[in-house]
């Protein structure tokens, strides 16, 4: 069994320690599934204050549902909509503070009060994209979207 450790430290050490289990976890295994499923796993079992955490596939011009821990979502979401789509069409990091702000936001889960979107870019092609929500307003800060954007830069090495 996989046991996420933390150091009783700082968030920013505690990052660094995620990051090393995710290689340790995936890096022996080519199945791109399997790889998403235990880092969506890895991330909720990590993070404190969220509510759903997984992955967007980019097919067809769409983002489809991919593995995930949390209540079921929004299965397809187009290019350039809600806070998702709109990561994935820019190719930039979506971190909202309060997504009933955010134009045309998607609601799956109605207890999400906030996002970070990272997006998943392997040699100039779109994978797809980590999503990550929370029940708290500004839940995100700079930090985690730096080291998030890490986890992603990691994982995109087993896609």
Aim: charged share 30%.
């Amino acid at each position: 069994m996989f046991i996420v450790e933390k150091y009783n430290e700082s968030r920013d050490k505690n990052y660094d320690l995620l990051i090393k289990q995710l290689k340790a976890l995936i890096e022996d295994e080519k199945n791109r599934i399997a790889n998403l499923s235990n880092a969506s796993a890895l991330l909720n079992q990590f993070l404190d204050r969220v509510n759903w955490v997984g992955f967007y596939l980019h097919e067809d011009g769409e983002l489809v549902l991919g593995p995930f821990q949390g209540l079921p979502a929004c299965v397809r979401i187009p290019l350039g909509k809600g806070v998702c789509g709109t990561a994935a069409f820019k190719r930039e990091t979506a971190r909202v503070e309060d997504v009933h702000q955010f134009p045309g936001h998607i609601a799956c889960d109605a207890a999400s009060q906030s996002e970070i979107v990272v997006p998943i870019v392997k040699e100039g092609e779109l994978i797809g994209v980590l999503d990550i929500d929370s029940p708290e307003k500004n839940r995100f800060d700079e930090l985690d979207q730096q080291k998030l954007e890490e986890f992603v830069s990691v994982l995109v090495k087993f896609l």
